[in-house]
Structure formats: C-alpha cells, structure tokens
C-alpha cells in the first residue's frame, strides 16, 4: 500500500532562524497521521531542520545534489554531504534547475542513480510540460520521455524506491492548476509509463505526486484522483498552517 507523501519544497526562502520557527510551529500541529510530511529546504537549513524535527515523523529534504562524489564544481553540494546532515529526501529534476541552471535528462539520470546506489535518501524526481507543450498536444508524449531517460539503467527494485512528482510547468508558482482530471490523467499515464519500463509490480510502489499551486482549497479535490498519492508543495508550504492543511486533506 502506497503512503502518501506531501512535501513542501521552500525553494530560496527563509532564513535558518525562519525555518525553526516553522519547524516549532508545525511541530505542535502535526500528530497522529497516516500521511508521511516532509520540507525540502535550501542547503544552509538542513541540518538545523533534520536536529529539529527529529523525533517528530516529519522528513527533510534537499532540493538537488551533485552526481559526482566530490571535486572542482563550486557551489554544488555533494550526496556524501546530505548524507553526513542525514536528509530524507532530495529534490532531482525540478523544472527551475533544468530551465535557468541548465539541468537536462542525462543529468537528471545520473544524480537519480547516484542517489540510489550510494545512499538511502528518498530522490524526488519531478517531470512535467510547459504551456506551449501542453497547447500543442504533446504533453504526455514529453512526460512519458522525461521518465523512460529518467530511469535508464535504473533497476526495478531501485525504481520502486523513486518518487515522482508531475510538475505542469505552466501551473508552478502562476496560480493556475492543472484540474484534478487533468493532474490524475498524467499520473495514470506516468505509472503505465513506469509499467512499460518494468512491470506491474514495481509501478504500483511508486508514489507519484502532484504539484502545482497545491494550495488547502483544492488539495482535497486533487488528492481524492486514484493515482495522486501526495503533493510537492512550493508558496502554500511556507506558511505552517496552510502546509498542514494540505496534509489533513
């Protein structure tokens, strides 16, 4: 059975003391639930979050990770790194990487088998089309290639381990959301996708979430579509109750 998982990813927001101030904040409303929480947080707040909500069932994050050991490639943080502050998570893939930092396919592969095969950290791989892609018809023909290069040389036991989050480009930080229809007819489409690749079996482990301008309004409503099990969440997650609304959905 598939548990599932809202993550908030704060992007380059808050400062350390701003995060364990939510963290205290949200530590007093979360309680018995049988959805998993996590914050995917910049570099400088990991390990004050991972000290913080420690003991508490809440997960942290990070929002990237470099596919080589160690080396010359300043300002990149490496999987030893997150390791050593022990995160949970790590973001791979997000369309802002790819658009203005030059991500693409072949890296977002690599930094998902480095991950996988060096690590326990649960990798966020986040796929998704743009306007112009969506207008034109071939968006699931865009997504579906996003994973079959995501995954190569990926085992079936390790691709069952892998999240996937459906990011509509065009939905992310504008307001607008992908209907509830349209956010679940993606995802089905991304866990036959999976299935091609392997087979039953390991698609039905994969945990594919939806992200978007999820906000408490209309988490209920997305999350209520039979292949949604959970949510990567930009602005809403900011705010401590707000972001818990979206875990009670």
Sequence with gaps: MRIPLIAGNWKMYKTTEEALAFAKELKTMYGDTDVKAAICAPYTQLAALVQAFSGSGIGVGAQNVHFEEEGAFTGEVSLNMLKEI???????????????????????????????????????????????????????????????????????????????????????????????????????????????????DTCDKVIIQYGGSVKPENATEIMDMDEIDGALVGGASLDSSKFMEIVNF
């Design 86 to 200: 022990g995160v949970d998570y790590c973001i791979v893939g997000h369309s802002e990487r790819r658009q203005y930092f030059g991500e693409t396919d072949e890296t977002v592969n690599l930094k998902l088998k480095k991950i996988l095969t060096d690590s326990e950290i649960t990798p966020i791989l986040c796929v998704g089309e743009d306007l112009a892609q969506r207008d034109a018809g071939i968006e699931q023909e865009v997504v579906c290639a996003q994973i079959e290069k995501a995954f190569a040389e990926i085992s079936a036991e390790d691709a069952a381990k892998v999240v996937v989050a459906y990011e509509p480009i065009w939905a992310i930080g504008t307001g607008r959301t992908a209907s509830p229809q349209q956010a679940g007819e993606m995802c089905a489409w991304i866990r036959k996708s999976i299935e091609g690749l392997y087979d039953v």
